[in-house]
């Protein structure tokens, strides 16, 4: 293996917390299928009906002309709050939920360090475009097979076509709960 191929390290601990039996799992510089394989069976989500909220907390893009700044803070102002409600089946339960740890494969993406345990997950993801530029974002919160919240900071440099030397700075909160099972016109 060459230097640069992930070194994934993992601890399937039992934790002691609450009496439960949750593996733990700790990655460094590993992919987001590494990440996503690891915690197959350390979060197993509920199936049924789920609603998701993102909050886009702030966003700040030094550099960017106060006319483009205010359009922006408007838009973000409508945009600061969305919900959406999604039927998680069985079928999507049992695979590596890649898309939660940040997407699929290949997107130039790698986890400096992710944890989870105890239900608390502490992860730093950096991303490299082909289009040039990097993307740094720091995930923390909580994960159970029934709900979830996390908290995003993530910082953006040197992206093509962005004012301020192409930087970008946001804060977002996602929070997801099961909120019952599915409607019968979309189970299975």
Same mark, same amino acid.
């Given at each position: *293996? /060459?230097?640069?191929?992930? %070194?994934?390290?993992?601890? &399937? %601990? ?8 949750? &593996? ?6 590993? /992919? ?25 907390? /702030? ?5 960017? !002309?106060?006319?483009?700044?205010? +359009? *922006? ?5 409508? +945009? $600061? ?5 999604? @039927?998680?089946? &069985?079928?999507?339960?049992?695979? !590596? ?11 130039? @993406? ?5 944890? %989870? ?9 950096? @991303? ?15 994960? /159970?097979?029934? $709900? ?7 910082? +953006? $440099?040197? =992206? ?7 930087? =970008? ?12 099972? @599915? ?6």
């Amino acid at each position: *293996m /060459s230097r640069f191929t992930p %070194l994934m390290l993992l601890s &399937p %601990l039992a934790l002691a917390a609450c009496g439960g039996s949750e &593996p733990a799992v700790k990655a460094e510089n590993a /992919s987001i299928d590494q990440v996503a394989k690891a915690t197959q069976d350390a979060v197993k989500m509920e199936p049924g009906q789920w609603q998701t909220q993102i909050k886009f907390v /702030s966003v700040d893009v030094p550099g960017m !002309p106060k006319a483009q700044a205010d +359009m *922006m803070g408007q838009q973000m102002a409508k +945009m $600061s709050e969305q919900t959406a409600e999604t @039927c998680v089946t &069985p079928e999507m339960v049992s695979k !590596p939920p890649s898309e939660m740890f940040g997407g699929k494969a290949g997107n130039g @993406c790698t986890y400096e360090k992710f944890e %989870l345990a105890g239900g608390k997950v502490d992860a730093v993801m950096t @991303c490299k475009p082909q289009t040039g530029g990097e993307m740094k974002a720091t995930t923390t919160g909580t994960l /159970s097979s029934t $709900s979830y919240e996390l908290a995003s900071d993530t910082t +953006m $440099s040197g =992206m093509p076509g962005m004012p301020g030397n192409g930087g =970008m700075t946001m804060k977002t909160q996602i929070i997801g709960k099961r909120i019952g099972d @599915c409607p019968a016109a979309t189970k299975g």
